[in-house]
């Protein structure tokens, strides 16, 4: 049973950093896997944030380019995701969320994943930047 779980948000003013961490138990990332962090404001449709693969193919969405950087350690089992210089409009619900499968990884490589492609979900970490 795989299970996803994040951690590390929280409060934090414009400007400032946080690091997000997602615990992936039942599935070791040392396997062949896509990997990757949404996120939900209050009254808007959940987006992809960024993604990574096993091949080491990494995308971002463009409003987080330069600021967030999404990571894995395999040894830990752990997805992370680095966020510096926020911005009030990156408050929202963040997700981490997995999938094994190779045709995911094509979608990750290519830039195209979305939240569809991905079938196991953590809980989510509330993160929310002040003005």
């Known amino acids: 049973q795989v299970h996803l779980a994040e951690s590390g948000g929280g409060l934090v003013e414009t400007g400032g950093s946080l690091t997000l961490s997602c615990v992936v138990s039942g599935y070791s990332l040392f396997s062949e896997y896509s990997l990757a962090w949404f996120r939900q404001a209050p009254g808007k449709e959940r987006e992809g944030v960024a993604a990574v693969d096993s091949d080491g193919d990494r995308t971002y969405r463009d409003a987080v380019k330069g600021r967030f950087t999404i990571s894995v350690d395999n040894a830990e089992n752990t997805l992370t995701l680095q966020m510096t210089s926020l911005k009030p409009e990156d408050t929202a619900m963040y997700y981490c969320?997995?999938?094994?499968?190779?045709?995911?990884?094509?979608?990750?490589?290519?830039?195209?994943?979305?939240?569809?492609?991905?079938?196991?979900w953590g809980q989510g970490t509330q993160v929310t930047v002040s003005s």
């Open positions: 969320a997995a999938d094994f499968k190779s045709f995911t990884r094509v979608h990750v490589m290519a830039g195209s994943w979305q939240e569809g492609d991905f079938h196991f």
